[in-house]
């Protein structure tokens, strides 16, 4: 996780407001960083959660343990900032077992569905783009990129 709170902070400070003339170079470090150091461990950190899953149902073995519950906004997080999360496919399944449980859809059906969309950095031009919003049954709600950083229950619907 701690990989992911980098990520983020690295594809923020260029988006944040400085002087001009300071903008590429904060551009130029901050993909140089994310190329170099935080995306390959970000990656290692995805190879390892998705090998694990490959050869177990849950995280902490056959049954699912409060590790699960601990580990799914971590992976829901990861998912939405990696490309090709297509070929991750045992952590989608994972995150379908989770969302296909019972009290999970208790818990959507009481708070409003929450769709996290991604904040994808097209790295050779340093421009962001997506933003991250929580959408809350017909309400939507924009955050700062920290919303990832804390997992946001709705008990009840928002304005």
């Not at 077992?97 to 708070?111: E, F, H, L, S, V």
């Not at 569905?113 to 924009?142: C, F």
Request: charged residues 20%; hydrophobic residues 45%; aromatic residues 10%.
């Amino acid at each position: 996780m701690n990989w992911l709170v980098m990520k983020l902070v690295f594809m923020t400070i260029p988006t944040q407001p400085m002087p001009f003339f300071v903008k590429p170079i904060a551009r130029k470090i901050c993909n140089t960083v994310l190329v170099r150091l935080i995306d390959p461990n970000v990656d290692t950190a995805m190879e390892f959660m998705e090998d694990h899953l490959a050869k177990h149902k849950w995280f902490a073995g056959d049954r699912l343990t409060l590790a699960d519950f601990q580990m799914s906004f971590a992976l829901e997080a990861a998912l939405s900032r990696v490309k090709n999360v297509d070929r991750y496919t045992h952590m989608m399944a994972y995150r379908q077992r989770i969302n296909d449980r019972p009290a999970y859809q208790r818990a959507i059906a009481k708070g409003g569905e929450w769709v996290a969309r991604s904040w994808v950095t097209d790295l050779p031009t340093g421009q962001a783009y997506g933003n991250p919003v929580l959408l809350a049954g017909e309400s939507v709600i924009h955050h700062s990129p920290s919303w990832c950083l804390r997992r946001v229950m709705f008990t009840d619907k928002r304005p």
